[in-house]
């Protein structure tokens, strides 16, 4: 089996999140592709605008009726800063002869040598790296990731939480039950 670790705050799951995952899912042959919401990312200062709960939510909604996706809230669960070292070693545990396959963005993967064990992770999983057309992904630790090219979709959580908040249409940025949770649930506003 070959699964792919999705991580991210998620903050909120936009359509960008969906198509790349599925992007990568179909390029590297994966059974499926696990979202993880990170309880706290290390390297970020501030806090993520949502409540973990609210955040585990969307993603729920997000991926509803994909048989491609999975959620897992290992990280949420643990609570604390969220250390992928931790995540694949408890995945490794779980899924037991499984391939991990750790999905990063080009812009995670240039602060790699500043994650918690790098080394360590590359030899628990995979490392393939999600780019946008003409992106490339720098060796760390002598490792070339592989490199995804995704489709490029303009949206950010950043941008939704924006638009929430300015009271603008966040139609066609998240999926239909996404807005109406952050409508209903009152976030970003």
Do not use: N
């Not at 491609?68 to 899924?95: C, I, N, P």
């Not at 999983?125 to 002598?142: D, K, L, N, W, Y």
């Amino acid at each position: 089996m070959r699964i792919g670790v999705f991580g991210g705050t998620f903050d909120p799951p936009h359509t960008g999140h969906v198509i790349v995952a599925g992007d990568a899912c179909e390029a590297l042959g994966l059974d499926t592709v696990t979202w993880i919401p990170v309880a706290q990312q290390p390297l970020k200062e501030a806090p993520p605008f949502a409540p973990a709960a609210d955040r585990k939510r969307m993603v729920e909604l997000a991926i509803r009726g994909d048989l491609r996706f999975s959620l897992d809230t290992v990280e949420l669960d643990r609570g604390g800063l969220s250390f992928t070292v931790d995540t694949l070693l408890a995945l490794s545990e779980r899924y037991r002869g499984a391939e991990l396959v750790l999905l990063t963005g080009t812009d995670s993967w240039a602060s790699f040598d500043r994650w918690r064990e790098p080394e360590r992770i590359l030899k628990l999983a995979r490392v393939a790296v999600i780019a946008r057309a003409g992106e490339q992904a720098p060796m760390h630790f002598g490792h070339a990731p592989e490199v995804i090219t995704a489709r490029r979709v303009d949206v950010s959580s950043t941008e939704i939480r924006e638009r929430v908040r300015r009271g603008l249409p966040i139609t066609g940025f998240v999926s239909d039950a996404v807005g109406e949770y952050i409508r209903s649930a009152r976030l970003y506003v």
